[in-house]
């Protein structure tokens, strides 16, 4: 069984597989960082020459890759989840942990970061980040076992609260 990150930008998935990585010994794939080298250019920059429906078809093609595999650690974009195959595939060998972060704090944490690619296009950056999360709320909640709010635990904690339910759906598994 894989696990598998999924949060907006900002709610700590990176680091948060690094260290999952390191205290499972599994390997980690960042999904972002894997479309930017396939593309050989930052995500903001594909969207701009290519358009989201470009970038969303890539990123399926990448999840369909990356679920054929079992024991990862998958790092995935902010916006897997706005297409129904992903969550299907992602769901079907993972453990989905979905990552959450006040708005104010996934502010603070991705400031104004230009590799960025704008998602509304036309909202303030705090804006914007409560439209979307308010839109992904549910194909979040719908695409996940477990949930954390990476805003209220310190990094250990986190890291510790995801292990605890890694291990309990692990067990669970099993048992069956």
Known sequence: MNLVLIG?????????SEQLRLS???????MDEMLESRF???ISSF??????D????EERLLV????????????AGGGVIVRDDN??????????????????EIARRIGCDSNRPSLTGTKS????IKQVLEQRRPRYEAASHFTLRTDELSFDECVERILKAWREKNEALAAE
């Open 8 to 16: 907006y930008r900002g709610t700590g998935k990176t680091a948060l």
């Open 24 to 30: 499972l010994n599994l390997p980690v794939y960042h």
């Open 40 to 42: 050989g250019e930052k």
């Open 47 to 52: 969207v701009e020459r290519c358009g989201w």
């Open 54 to 57: 470009s970038f969303r078809e």
């Open 64 to 75: 369909e890759e990356l679920t054929q595999m079992d024991g990862v650690v998958i790092d």
């Open 87 to 104: 969550i299907h595939d992602l769901r079907r060998n993972g453990f989905v942990v979905w990552l959450q972060a006040s708005t104010q």
């Open 125 to 128: 950056h705090v804006d914007e």
